[in-house]
């Protein structure tokens, strides 16, 4: 079992930044790729970027591509998200998901409960 709590989340102008993070417990983080999600009301979750166990490879959604970086830290048992240039579209609750790697929500295995990213135009 893997429990993932996030945070970071909050309110930001277009064009700012935010970095969330995901902390993971249990000993097994290092086995998992990661991956963050989104979902917007209204509309269904997606993927927005993915990391290999090793922090070796990582992907990313093209809309997100250049202006959000996906890290980890498998030492501190956490994920990141840097998010830059953020656009009021991408006002979501986000996501971190432990699983195999993939661009599916269906490749995770565990999810945390979500934080709130909320963009301002």
């Known amino acids: 079992q893997v429990q993932l709590v996030e945070s970071g989340g909050g309110l930001v102008q277009a064009g700012g930044s935010l970095r969330l993070s995901c902390a993971a417990s249990?000993?097994?983080?290092?086995?998992?790729?990661m991956g963050w999600f989104r979902q917007a009301p209204g509309k269904e979750r997606e993927f927005v970027a993915a990391?290999?166990?090793?922090?070796?490879?990582?992907y990313y959604a093209d809309s997100v591509k250049g202006r959000f970086t996906i890290s980890r830290d498998n030492a501190k048992n956490t994920v990141y998200l840097q998010m830059n240039s953020l656009k009021s579209e991408e006002t979501a609750v986000y996501y971190c998901?432990?699983?195999?790697?993939?661009?599916?929500?269906?490749?995770?295995?565990?999810w945390g409960q979500g934080t709130q990213v909320t963009v301002s135009s």
């Open positions: 990391i290999s166990s090793s922090g070796t490879n990582t």
């Open positions: 249990g000993r097994t983080f290092s086995r998992y790729a």
């Open positions: 998901a432990a699983g195999g790697l993939g661009w599916s929500i269906r490749d995770y295995y565990y």
